[in-house]
């Protein structure tokens, strides 16, 4: 803000005492007109005021010229002066709802799933990969049930099994030769060569069919507990990003809303600024139209000051910060809460394998979340240690390097051995 209400008393000093030209009194209101503010103490200017009062009350009566020049002074205050006044008011609470604006900018972005910052895409990964795990322990079951029931049919196979028995050859018939009952044996030999035939294929059927049941089953199982794993490790970076995701709009909600408060006490101040403004020009504009006797003071009734012409307006509602819920990663990986919520529903013939994503203290492992064992620096327990938290990833990997997968390096240890 300038020093505007100084040259105002300055020009009109200058008016009244000079008592300069019409064209010089012109030429000077310009002059005020451009430099006109707000930046100015209510003394200064009411001693302006009652300097000019009795300047005034001194002259034996006030000149046409004289009236025209305060006159033009009325309507500079009131037009340029006090609308400069309120067209900046204006202006600072547009300032405020605009500010306003950008707190509820941090919960829209917050809420878009366009947004870079909404884990969107770590929700489908982690959705997609849920489904394909709890859809292969179903297909599992159905393959446990199958196996059952192949074991089930080999057993009874095998339980209903009623061999029959060659009969028992005697050596003696080699040298009796008793072709009678040589014949005799050849016959009941037959029998038992027929059921063999029989039986054999009968039997290897059923040990197939369980056989291949078991590898069926067992190739199922491990392909499930890979989705298992798989899953573990999604949820585990859809909970990272979500917390980075909830951090993000925090660390937002925080700054705007610092910014907000801030603006909000700077404008209050120079509301301040403005009515004392406006308080000492209308009080210059009472004495002068009491002087000249036109206008609303003609009678020199005491001046109207309205005490909330500049008011700081707040936004209605101003917007208040909200929930980034994070129920939906509520859970710890691996967690007893975890595996109650995400594998309570399989049924006991399936149990999910041991919860492996937790990674343990071994050597950041290659590939894992798809980065590099020389991604990360080395993990410390040193609290002196620059790389404590992992905070610094080999900036010269040729890979770029998310914030994402900087989390998920130093939750895994981060390459400590």
């Known amino acids: 803000m300038s020093q505007s209400l100084h040259v105002v008393g300055v020009v009109f000093l200058s008016l009244l005492v000079g008592m300069t030209s019409a064209a010089g009194v012109h030429t000077m209101i310009g002059d005020f007109s451009s430099k006109i503010g707000t930046n100015a103490g209510q003394g200064e200017l009411l001693q302006f005021g009652t300097k000019l009062l009795r300047m005034m009350n001194a002259s034996d009566h006030l000149s046409d010229d004289n009236v025209s020049v305060l006159d033009e002074v009325v309507v500079l205050i009131n037009d340029v002066f006090i609308g400069n006044l309120d067209a900046e008011h204006a202006s600072n609470n547009k300032l405020l709802a605009t500010s306003a604006t950008e707190l509820q900018a941090c919960n829209d972005d917050m809420a878009d799933p366009g947004q870079n910052r909404d884990p969107g895409q770590n ?34 196979h095998i339980t209903a099994i009623a061999p029959e028995h060659p009969p028992a050859w005697q050596t003696a018939w080699k040298t009796s030769f008793d072709s009678v ?35 069926t089953h067992t190739e199922t199982k491990n392909r499930c507990d890979v989705n298992q794993q ?40 120079i509301a301040e600024h403005h009515h004392v403004a406006y308080e000492a020009a209308i009080v210059i504009v009472a004495k002068i139209e009491c002087l000249t006797g036109k206008g609303t003071y003609s009678n020199c009734s005491d001046p109207f000051v309205d005490s909330n012409r500049y008011l700081v307006v707040e936004p209605t509602p101003l917007p208040v910060k909200d929930v980034c ?17 995400e594998y309570g529903s399989l049924d006991d013939k399936t149990p999910p394998a041991t919860c492996s994503s937790q990674c343990h203290d071994t050597a950041f492992p290659p590939n894992h979340f798809g980065l590099t064992m020389a991604s990360c620096h080395h993990y410390s327990s040193d609290p002196d240690d620059e790389y404590d938290e992992c905070e610094s990833i080999d900036d010269y990997n040729a890979t770029e390097i998310t914030a994402l997968n900087r989390a998920a390096c130093c939750a895994c240890g981060g390459g400590r051995g």
């Open 123 to 156: 929700r489908q990964d982690t959705t997609s990969a849920r489904a394909d795990h709890m859809g292969c322990r179903a297909y599992e079951l159905a393959n446990y049930t199958q196996r059952q029931a192949k074991t089930a049919a080999l057993y009874s």
């Open 181 to 215: 009952s040589i014949s005799a044996y050849f016959k009941e030999a037959q029998v038992y060569v027929d059921w063999w035939e029989a039986a054999k294929p009968d039997f290897l059927s059923a040990k197939s069919d369980s056989s291949a049941a078991n590898s």
């Open 230 to 269: 798989s899953f573990e490790q999604q949820y585990h970076l859809f909970s990272l990003a979500f917390a980075s995701h909830c951090e993000d709009h925090s660390h937002c909600w925080h700054e705007q809303f610092q910014d907000y408060t801030w603006l909000h006490e700077d404008l209050e101040l």
């Open 325 to 341: 819920d994070q129920s939906e990663v509520e859970h710890t990986v691996c967690s007893e809460e975890f595996l109650a919520h």
